[in-house]
């Protein structure tokens, strides 16, 4: 790549590559692969990362909310795309865009067969979501019999796939815990499969579920994290490589006296003699506040450069005394080498919230290392 001149976000079209082949090379040939592309696929560039992964072979893509499902339609990917969280007021565009709802409630699964029956649908592919202990969204065991009741009386829908999502997948302090949804998952399956009389797919497995619990895998399993490389796991991430690498580029560089200060409300007061170096990536592209006063850092010639002050809004200054550089030099802020996982951490915060914060503004920049 050449040398970065402004604020971009690269994305690495190899490392995915690379990342959906470990995934897939944990999953069984009869597996099928669901890859989670929700968010800007985890704050890349959803339409470009789902066209790799259709030349890659995936079976099957989810997004958040049916406004991201459009994306992806508009852009001619016709693989078929799980809704997770669709919400009634999408139901018209759900099936304008054939777009398949996980169903989640008694009232969601109503008010979508009045919808589909309404407008002349048949086994129409719905995703009957069931909660085991995340307590989030879902259907509960109890509530089967009453599905299938309803289910009966329509043809207008077919149950394309019954599925749950773990709590903890990735915390193996937890271990007995997802066990028991796995557990739960299991029986509330098989006695779904035997009151409908046919075989819906079943999954349940995230990234970590993918990796920790092979019994969880079922009939598909559901990656996001893994697939943008990070494996909530350090054994894990060896295999992994981060698709996307956060970039930007010095500005200015100041020497600060001693007693003088830098930035809003004089966040960082110089000790010493202090040279900063003004950096075009605020608040506002996705480096939260949190990240001020020394805690989070960026990597200027292979060194550290800690954010001095406060964050503004479009800058950040960051600690450049022992790093021989100068303005117009490049500047990581995470990537390959300084993960957004190490940098998130300084603030207790996980690889999933920086990189799916980088906002809209910056620029994206498609690239194979
Ligand atoms: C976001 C999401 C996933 C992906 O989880 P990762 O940990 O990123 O692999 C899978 N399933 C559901 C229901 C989700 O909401």
């Given at each position: 790549m050449p040398k970065a001149h402004e604020t971009l976000l690269e994305i690495d079209l190899n490392a995915l590559d690379n990342n959906y082949k470990y995934i897939t090379s944990k999953i069984t040939p009869t597996t099928q692969m669901l890859a989670v592309v929700k968010a800007f696929a985890y704050g890349s560039d959803a339409v470009i990362v789902a066209r790799e992964l259709v030349t890659l072979g995936v079976n099957y893509f989810a997004v958040a909310y049916t406004k991201e499902g459009e994306t992806l339609r508009n852009a001619a990917i016709d693989t078929p795309i799980l809704v997770l969280h669709p919400l009634p007021v999408d139901f018209e565009s759900i099936v304008n865009r054939c777009l398949e709802p996980s169903i989640y409630s008694r009232k969601t699964l109503s008010e979508f067969i009045a919808f589909a029956e309404a407008n002349n649908q048949t086994n129409y592919p719905i995703h009957l979501k069931f909660n085991t202990g995340l307590n989030r969204l879902g259907f509960n065991e109890s509530d089967i019999l009453w599905i299938v009741k309803t289910l009966s009386k329509t043809k207008s829908v077919k149950v394309k796939s019954a599925f749950s999502h773990l709590?903890?997948?990735?915390d193996l302090k937890l271990k007995e815990f997802t066990i028991g949804q796995i557990g739960v998952f299991r029986k509330i399956s098989e006695k779904l499969i035997a009151q409908l009389g046919y075989k819906p797919l079943l999954h349940c497995a995230n990234t970590s579920g993918i990796i920790n619990y092979p019994e969880a895998h079922f009939n598909m399993v559901r990656s996001g994290i893994g697939l943008y490389g990070y494996g909530n796991d350090s054994e894990v991430n060896k295999y992994l490589k981060p698709v996307a690498t956060l970039k930007t580029v010095i500005s200015q560089i100041h020497e600060v006296q001693k007693n003088q200060s830098v930035g809003y409300n004089r966040g960082f007061i110089a000790e010493k003699t202090t040279k900063s170096a003004t950096l075009p990536i605020g608040h506002a592209d996705g480096i939260p506040r949190s990240y001020g006063n020394e805690n989070g850092w960026v990597t200027i010639a292979g060194k550290k450069a800690p954010i001095l002050g406060n964050v503004c809004m479009d800058m950040i200054m960051v600690d450049v005394t022992n790093i021989e550089c100068e303005e117009g030099d490049e500047v990581i802020v995470f990537g390959p080498s300084a993960t957004a996982e190490e940098l998130a951490a300084a603030v207790n915060s996980i690889s999933y919230e920086l990189i799916t914060a980088i906002s809209q503004r910056v620029k994206r920049v498609i690239c194979r290392k």
């Open positions: 709590a903890a997948s990735e």
